[in-house]
């Protein structure tokens, strides 16, 4: 069975500071990891994903990630937080069969401060 | 390119009572997913729908079932509601081919359980 777990269920950054968000996973098979953001009241949108090849990732909105599998992790950063990014986010994780059904994390809620 | 939609966007009913809730997929994919989106939580998968024929299902009961059409628009129907149903349903369409790994969702449907 695959499972993610999100580290913090609340992270607050300064406008212009550093984002990271941190993403931990389980999985017997190699994974396909993703980032989606939900805004209020909105469905969720891809940042971005990884299947295969290059570990660092890019995303939309100047996200990017990195995977590594020697720490079974992916986290997601942001060089400078914009006021714009206020959102929760979610990774996930898929077995790249079958269904690809998605395992979601319990989210993390991005605060920026002014 | 249309995006994935569903309706209605807010529902409310009462303990017992039956739901149908409707989902278009984007234009271009044959698979759509359903997951449930209890308040504060991550999306957990309920099944999915490939070519008409369920393809993989989540742990939930037979009272949620669902149905795919040939225009590959799909619906999830849940008999006997219990105020734990209560939640955001979100339904996700996937490509064909090599990018069925990706899933686009919709804004959802809230539903209310009273």
């Known amino acids: 069975a695959q499972s993610v777990t999100q580290l913090g269920s609340h992270v607050s950054v300064s406008e212009g500071a550093l984002v990271l968000l941190r993403c931990n996973y389980s999985?017997?098979?190699?994974?396909?990891l993703f980032w989606y953001v939900q805004y209020p009241n909105q469905g969720l949108q891809l940042l971005l994903k990884y299947t295969t090849g290059a570990t660092l990732v890019k995303g939309i909105n100047g996200f990017e990630a990195e995977f590594k599998k020697s720490e079974t992790s992916f986290h997601l950063t942001k060089p400078s937080a914009h006021m714009s990014d206020a959102a929760e986010y979610f990774c996930?994780?898929?077995?790249?069969?079958?269904?690809?059904?998605?395992?979601f994390g319990q989210g993390t809620r991005l605060t920026i401060n002014p | 390119e249309t995006g994935v939609t569903q309706s209605p966007t807010h529902l409310i009913k009462t303990r017992g009572q039956q739901v149908t809730l409707r989902c278009s997929s984007q234009?271009?994919?044959?698979?759509v997913s359903w997951y449930q989106q209890a308040l504060g939580q991550g999306p957990q998968f309920i099944f999915q729908?490939?070519?008409?024929?369920?393809?993989g299902r989540g742990n939930f009961p037979p009272r949620f079932s669902g149905l795919q059409f040939p225009n590959y628009s799909s619906e999830l129907n849940v008999n006997a509601l219990e105020l734990d149903d209560s939640a955001l349903y979100l339904c996700a369409s996937s490509p064909a081919g090599t990018r069925r790994e990706t899933q686009y969702f919709g804004p959802g449907t809230r539903l209310l359980v009273l």
């Open positions: 996930a994780v898929s077995d790249g069969q079958g269904a690809q059904k998605l395992v």
């Open positions: 234009s271009g994919h044959n698979t």
């Open positions: 729908y490939y070519r008409e024929e369920e393809n």
């Open positions: 999985s017997s098979v190699p994974p396909y």
